[in-house]
């Protein structure tokens, strides 16, 4: 009798799965694995446009619509606005989007699509992605947008002992390579450069010199280093 009890309370509770057995609304979980997610933005300083990063591509293209600062904003171009179009053909496939204009893929200079605030995308299919916020004036982000963005503060220098000394970048490896307190003291490998050249910022770097001297090392917000922290 007893077993039987339990089995109709375990129904029930099957069946009322809405309210639950304790009385107290159930609110399924939001399940984000399956949405395409904005992961990043890059700004481009050689074609002086923007690429943005996603953790997936849907298998068709067309008919997005586009949200800046909850505005919703073209994506199809004409006089003075953005044009936003993948990456790479589909069969690639892309790995997300670049905003230029045209004639494809020509510069933002003269057109009005801010260098920060937030973007987001509606898929067909798909749904919504995240709301992304981003700031590319640090990295030489230039359009015709009256959007007044401000650059991220550098460090202050604790002291002219302190700086490290660049000593040469390996553009070819993407790599940038410095020097520590003294002139000439190589170091390991600081930071890289994403694909369009901008420093990867990294802090909190740990040296220890052949000598046993062990430096933090701290860099600005262009990604290069600036001052040891004893």
């Known amino acids: 009798m007893l077993k039987k009890a339990m089995?109709?309370?375990?129904i029930l509770c099957m069946l009322m799965n809405m309210v639950g057995c304790g009385g107290n609304p159930i609110i399924p979980p939001v399940d984000e694995e399956?949405?395409?997610?904005?992961?990043?933005?890059?700004?481009?300083?050689?074609?002086?446009?923007?690429?943005i990063t996603l953790n997936q591509f849907p298998s068709t293209w067309g008919d997005w619509t586009m949200y800046i600062d909850g505005?919703?904003?073209?994506?199809?171009?004409?006089?003075?606005?953005?044009?936003?179009?993948?990456?790479?053909?589909?069969?690639?496939?892309?790995?997300?989007?670049?905003?230029?204009?045209?004639?494809?893929l020509s510069?933002?200079?003269?057109?009005?699509?801010?260098?920060c605030g937030t973007i987001q995308f509606d898929i067909p299919g798909e749904g919504l992605t995240n709301e992304y916020e981003f700031n590319l004036i640090n990295f030489g982000c230039?359009?015709?947008?009256?959007?007044?963005?401000?650059?991220?503060?550098?460090?202050?220098?604790e002291s002219s002992e302190n700086i490290i000394y660049i000593q040469n970048t390996n553009p070819e490896d993407n790599v940038l390579v410095v020097a520590g307190k003294d002139e000439g003291e190589a170091l390991a490998v600081l930071g890289k450069k994403d694909a369009f050249g901008n420093p990867i910022k990294i802090t909190g770097a740990v040296y220890t010199s052949e000598q046993g001297d062990a430096f933090i090392i701290d860099a600005g917000d262009d990604g290069l280093p600036t001052y040891i922290i004893d």
């Open 71 to 104: 505005e919703k904003l073209s994506m199809e171009g004409g006089t003075g606005n953005p044009v936003v179009a993948p990456n790479a053909d589909l069969d690639e496939p892309p790995t997300g989007l670049y905003v230029g204009t045209l004639p494809w």
């Open 142 to 157: 230039e359009t015709a947008s009256e959007e007044e963005c401000s650059q991220t503060p550098i460090p202050e220098q």
């Open 107 to 115: 510069p933002l200079t003269e057109v009005d699509f801010p260098c």
């Open 34 to 51: 399956g949405n395409i997610q904005i992961t990043d933005m890059f700004w481009d300083p050689d074609d002086k446009v923007i690429e």
């Open 7 to 10: 089995l109709l309370f375990l």
